[in-house]
C-alpha cells in the first residue's frame, strides 16, 4: 500500500477500505448535521432575506452534503445509523442557539467550525496518494469550515452569553457525535 493509509498500521486497526467508508459516513453526518443547524436557525432567525450570512453558510453546507451523498453512494458506504438522531438534534441545536441570539448561532457555529476543520484536518493527514482526488476536497470542505468560523467570530460570535460554556458544551457534542457516527 502506497501512502500514509497504510503507514504504520496495528493489529485490528481498519484497513483502507475501512478508513475510508468511516471516514465517508462520519463526513456525511456531519454535513448532514450542519444542514440540519442552519435550519434550526434559519426557522427561528427568519427566512434568507432575514439573515443572508446564514443563508449563505447553510448553501455551503448543503453543497458538501450534496458532494458526500454522491461518495457514499459511489463507494457504497453506508450512511450512519444515528442519522434520525442528528436530524432532530442538529436542528434543536440551531433553533436553541438562534433563540438566544444571533450572537449565539454565531457562537454556535464557530464552535461545530472549529471541530469540523480539525476533523478534516485529521482526515486529510491520514490520506495517501491513492486518495488524492478525497484528499483535495476535504481540504476544499476544511477551507469552507474555517471561512465559517472566521465568519461567525467576526459577526460577535464571542459575544453570545456565557461563550466560553456554550462553545465549550457544543465542541463536546461534536466531538461524541463524529466518534458515534464513525461508529454506529
Known amino acids: ?11 485490528g486497526d481498519p484497513d483502507r477500505a475501512q478508513m475510508l467508508a468511516r471516514m465517508l459516513r462520519v463526513d456525511h453526518a456531519g454535513e448532514y448535521g450542519a444542514v440540519r443547524i442552519y435550519a434550526g436557525q434559519q426557522a427561528v ?36 445509523a444515528l442519522s434520525p438522531l442528528w436530524h432532530a438534534a442538529g436542528f434543536a441545536l440551531g433553533a436553541a442557539t438562534a433563540a438566544l441570539g444571533r450572537k449565539a448561532a454565531m457562537a454556535c457555529t464557530a464552535a461545530v467550525e472549529e471541530v469540523i ?58 466531538r461524541l457525535a463524529i466518534w458515534l457516527s464513525e461508529r454506529v
Open 1 to 11: 500500500m502506497t501512502g500514509k493509509a497504510g503507514a504504520g498500521r496495528l493489529h
Open 117 to 174: 476543520e480539525e476533523h478534516y484536518a485529521g482526515q486529510i493527514s491520514q490520506l495517501g496518494d491513492e486518495d488524492a482526488d478525497l484528499r483535495d476536497q476535504l481540504e476544499e470542505f476544511r477551507r469552507d469550515e474555517a471561512r465559517h468560523r472566521e465568519t461567525a467570530l467576526a459577526h460577535d460570535a464571542e459575544g453570545a452569553p456565557a461563550y466560553q460554556l456554550l462553545t465549550g458544551a457544543i465542541k463536546a457534542g461534536s
Open 45 to 80: 432567525l427568519g427566512d434568507d432575506r432575514a439573515d443572508p450570512l446564514i443563508a449563505e453558510m447553510a448553501a455551503q453546507e448543503k453543497h458538501h452534503l450534496a458532494a458526500f451523498e454522491d461518495l457514499v453512494n459511489r463507494h457504497r458506504v453506508r450512511p450512519t
